[in-house]
């Protein structure tokens, strides 16, 4: 079945771009510089110590070396000297005796260099304590100076005390005795490349655990990230067993710790690679969960027992149980190297197998097989590896998203750009629908008013002359009706600052001389008022017709000879500004209900239904003296 790694394309679709090898040549150089910086050279003066009479103590307070004639009978042992099962449990020490000579008391400091001393290590020089290491001095050198006054001509006695906890591997490697000028170099060789670089090599595991989780607490759903972090940060845990020489826990629980990280690693590793093939969550990743959980019961209850056989026998069987899950781990490394073009997913099958091939030669060093160079452990140097490797996947993973981000941005631009046109013609089209809405309505209104003015004076002088009664005055009249009646609809039209005031003023200028002529005179008592933004030509017909409406009620049935115009400003009655206009009138009046044989008709009804289009209020009403008509508007549209 074919699988997908997300962020990818169908991989089986993909053509291999990348050549994994010279990453593979470069880890290789890496580890044998490593191995090369480890080693030990021997300069001239320098005494190797290959083998040390060998003495088994018990306790761990001892305050000096035993005497001479205790080393009597002790039979030489060849280093390295590592101590199986059986030899732990009759021993928790052991007493290494070695000697050298010198023709004259140096002037200078000597020293005793241990490249190999483990778990911890105690240097006696002619009886004189010279140095002791950490408590747990795992792949840590060490360098114990005498000063001169501690030496002296001929026979000189070095004594070593190694502790040996039940639980865990003793060993004791050759030594050296020499000038400390001449052996520091070598240390301090030693100390960059067994100690500096497996930390830095610790803190770059570290922090690529700590991304990988970072990035898992944002985005849960990408596939194999939690598990890389948790399987760097299991193989980190692995090797503080390097770096801590003072252990924060105490002893079982510190060796518990470290030797559980290991198969944690491996199993989320294994785990990770599972998710990156998109192998469904089954019964496979809970019986490898749960196979660890197992082991380390097992491994916590070996050591809380204190019996060498039963941990040996339960390290020994998760290692084996490690050695099976690496190797299926290295079969789903080689699948994804197959079907993936990215070169952080190429590289990681070799770089598997590399560090396969890693663990194998530590576990036979620490067995006590022979190796090729000095007994260096080398796995920790892969963490670096282990971090840049998944640094870079992230970054893979980073730069992959960003193109998609940038693919999907283009084309959202593109359809927003589509859609913008397709809403540009739709506003197109409906401001085209409007306007020419607008102009059927506009259309509309100018006949209805031409049909129900002029239309109806013309109506009327056409009557009016039929009757063959009419006086060429009346004839006269009924034209300049007509006439003012088509001029107030063309003023309409023209354009307004939505000024009553000057609306008004262009009424009074057209209709005045005439309604002078028929004894009707104005009194114009006008002030400013503020602009009605809302007044525009059809709103200016409305306002003029009411005017035409109310003068024509005065001349048909008011019988008066004045008209007052007054404007001003006022609060309506539901509350809101506006301006007023008021026509008085000093004839006898008429009232809006048609009492007083004076009816109204529907010049009045068309009064109140154009002042309320206009949302303005007008009041109709008989005062002393004569009649008031009052238009109300507000300043500002409802």
Request: with cysteine; glycine share 10%; hydrophobic share 45%.
């Given at each position: 079945?074919?699988?997908?790694?997300?962020g990818?394309?169908?991989?089986?679709?993909?053509?291999?771009?990348a050549?994994?090898?010279p990453?593979?040549?470069?880890?290789?150089?890496?580890?044998?510089?490593?191995v090369?910086?480890?080693g030990?050279?021997?300069?001239?003066?320098v005494?190797e110590v290959?083998?040390?009479?060998?003495?088994?103590?018990?306790?761990?307070?001892?305050?000096?070396?035993?005497?001479?004639?205790?080393?009597?009978?002790?039979p030489?042992?060849a280093?390295?000297?590592r101590w199986?099962?059986?030899?732990r449990?009759?021993a928790?020490?052991?007493?290494?005796?070695?000697?050298?000579?010198l023709d004259?008391?140096?002037?200078?400091?000597?020293?005793?260099?241990?490249p190999?001393?483990?778990?911890s290590?105690?240097?006696w020089?002619?009886?004189?304590?010279?140095?002791?290491?950490?408590r747990?001095?795992?792949?840590?050198?060490?360098?114990a100076?005498?000063v001169?006054a501690?030496?002296?001509?001929g026979r000189?006695?070095v004594?070593?005390?190694?502790?040996?906890?039940p639980t865990y591997g003793s060993v004791l490697?050759r030594?050296?005795?020499?000038?400390?000028?001449?052996?520091?170099?070598?240390?301090?060789r030693?100390?960059?490349?067994?100690v500096?670089v497996?930390?830095l090599?610790?803190?770059?595991?570290?922090?690529?655990a700590?991304?990988?989780?970072?990035l898992?607490?944002r985005r849960?759903?990408?596939?194999?990230?939690i598990e890389?972090a948790?399987?760097?940060a299991?193989?980190?845990v692995?090797?503080?067993e390097?770096?801590?020489?003072?252990?924060?826990?105490?002893e079982?629980?510190?060796q518990?710790?470290?030797?559980?990280?290991?198969p944690?690693?491996?199993?989320?590793?294994?785990?990770?690679?599972?998710?990156?093939?998109?192998v469904?969550r089954?019964?496979?990743?809970?019986l490898?969960?749960?196979s660890?959980v197992?082991g380390?019961?097992?491994?916590a209850a070996?050591?809380a027992s204190?019996?060498?056989?039963?941990?040996d026998?339960?390290?020994l069987g998760?290692?084996?149980?490690?050695v099976?899950?690496?190797?299926?781990?290295?079969t789903l490394?080689?699948?994804?190297?197959?079907a993936?073009?990215?070169v952080?997913?190429r590289?990681a099958?070799?770089v598997?197998?590399?560090?396969?091939?890693?663990a194998?030669?530590?576990?036979?060093?620490?067995?006590g097989a022979?190796t090729?160079?000095?007994?260096?452990i080398l796995l920790?140097?892969?963490?670096?590896?282990?971090?840049?490797?998944?640094?870079?996947r992230?970054l893979?993973?980073?730069?992959?998203?960003?193109?998609?981000?940038?693919?999907?941005?283009?084309?959202?631009?593109r359809?927003?750009e589509?859609r913008?046109?397709?809403?540009?013609?739709?506003?197109?089209?409906?401001?085209s629908l409007?306007?020419?809405r607008a102009v059927q309505?506009?259309?509309?209104?100018?006949?209805?008013?031409?049909?129900?003015?002029?239309g109806?004076q013309?109506?009327?002088m056409?009557?009016?002359?039929?009757?063959?009664e009419?006086?060429?005055?009346?004839?006269?009249d009924?034209?300049?009706?007509?006439?003012?009646?088509?001029r107030?609809?063309?003023?309409?039209?023209?354009?307004?600052?939505a000024?009553l005031?000057?609306?008004?003023?262009s009424?009074r200028?057209?209709?005045?001389?005439?309604?002078?002529?028929?004894g009707?005179r104005?009194?114009?008592?006008?002030?400013?008022?503020?602009?009605?933004?809302?007044?525009?030509?059809?709103e200016s017909?409305?306002?003029?017709r009411?005017?035409?409406e109310?003068?024509?009620?005065?001349?048909?049935?008011?019988?008066a000879?004045?008209?007052?115009?007054?404007?001003?400003e006022?609060v309506?009655?539901d509350g809101?500004?506006?301006?007023?206009?008021?026509i008085?009138?000093?004839?006898r009046?008429?009232?809006?209900?048609?009492?007083?044989?004076?009816?109204?008709?529907a010049g009045?009804r068309?009064i109140t239904?154009r002042?309320?289009?206009?949302?303005?209020?007008?009041s109709?009403?008989?005062e002393?003296?004569g009649?008031?008509v009052?238009?109300?508007?507000?300043?500002?549209?409802?």
């Amino acid at each position: 079945m074919h699988r997908t790694i997300r962020g990818c394309p169908r991989l089986d679709r993909l053509a291999p771009t990348a050549d994994s090898s010279p990453v593979l040549r470069v880890l290789i150089l890496a580890l044998a510089l490593a191995v090369a910086g480890c080693g030990a050279s021997i300069p001239p003066g320098v005494v190797e110590v290959r083998a040390a009479s060998r003495l088994d103590a018990l306790g761990d307070r001892v305050s000096s070396p035993p005497d001479e004639t205790a080393w009597a009978g002790a039979p030489p042992t060849a280093l390295p000297d590592r101590w199986d099962t059986r030899e732990r449990l009759r021993a928790s020490a052991a007493w290494y005796h070695s000697e050298f000579g010198l023709d004259a008391t140096p002037t200078a400091a000597w020293a005793v260099y241990l490249p190999l001393a483990t778990p911890s290590a105690t240097v006696w020089v002619n009886g004189v304590e010279v140095g002791a290491t950490g408590r747990r001095n795992v792949n840590r050198p060490f360098l114990a100076v005498a000063v001169p006054a501690v030496l002296r001509q001929g026979r000189n006695i070095v004594d070593i005390r190694l502790r040996v906890p039940p639980t865990y591997g003793s060993v004791l490697g050759r030594f050296f005795v020499g000038p400390a000028a001449a052996l520091r170099p070598s240390f301090e060789r030693r100390v960059f490349w067994q100690v500096h670089v497996v930390e830095l090599s610790v803190f770059v595991t570290f922090a690529f655990a700590a991304l990988g989780l970072a990035l898992w607490a944002r985005r849960r759903s990408l596939p194999g990230v939690i598990e890389c972090a948790v399987g760097g940060a299991g193989w980190g845990v692995a090797m503080l067993e390097l770096v801590v020489s003072n252990p924060p826990l105490p002893e079982l629980a510190w060796q518990w710790t470290v030797t559980s990280g290991l198969p944690a690693t491996i199993v989320a590793f294994t785990v990770g690679a599972r998710r990156a093939l998109h192998v469904e969550r089954s019964w496979g990743d809970q019986l490898l969960a749960g196979s660890w959980v197992v082991g380390a019961l097992a491994l916590a209850a070996a050591l809380a027992s204190r019996r060498p056989a039963a941990t040996d026998a339960v390290v020994l069987g998760w290692a084996l149980w490690s050695v099976g899950v690496g190797i299926y781990l290295l079969t789903l490394l080689a699948r994804i190297q197959r079907a993936s073009s990215l070169v952080s997913l190429r590289i990681a099958a070799p770089v598997g197998a590399l560090g396969f091939a890693v663990a194998a030669r530590d576990v036979a060093l620490g067995l006590g097989a022979a190796t090729v160079g000095p007994p260096v452990i080398l796995l920790p140097y892969l963490g670096c590896v282990l971090g840049v490797w998944g640094s870079w996947r992230i970054l893979e993973r980073f730069v992959a998203a960003l193109d998609e981000s940038q693919a999907l941005n283009r084309d959202l631009e593109r359809r927003v750009e589509e859609r913008g046109d397709e809403i540009a013609r739709s506003y197109e089209r409906i401001n085209s629908l409007e306007r020419e809405r607008a102009v059927q309505d506009e259309r509309a209104r100018l006949m209805q008013d031409i049909h129900d003015g002029f239309g109806a004076q013309l109506t009327s002088m056409l009557a009016l002359v039929e009757t063959a009664e009419a006086t060429p005055g009346e004839v006269a009249d009924a034209l300049r009706d007509a006439l003012d009646d088509m001029r107030l609809v063309i003023q309409s039209l023209g354009p307004r600052d939505a000024d009553l005031i000057a609306l008004l003023a262009s009424w009074r200028a057209r209709v005045e001389r005439r309604l002078q002529r028929r004894g009707l005179r104005f009194d114009w008592q006008v002030s400013d008022l503020p602009v009605l933004p809302w007044l525009g030509p059809r709103e200016s017909l409305h306002v003029l017709r009411i005017f035409q409406e109310t003068v024509s009620n005065v001349l048909q049935h008011a019988a008066a000879t004045t008209i007052t115009v007054r404007t001003g400003e006022r609060v309506g009655t539901d509350g809101r500004q506006g301006v007023y206009v008021q026509i008085d009138d000093d004839g006898r009046g008429f009232a809006p209900d048609g009492r007083d044989g004076a009816a109204p008709g529907a010049g009045l009804r068309n009064i109140t239904r154009r002042a309320r289009d206009l949302g303005g209020v007008v009041s109709i009403g008989r005062e002393t003296g004569g009649g008031r008509v009052v238009l109300w508007l507000p300043r500002d549209s409802a």
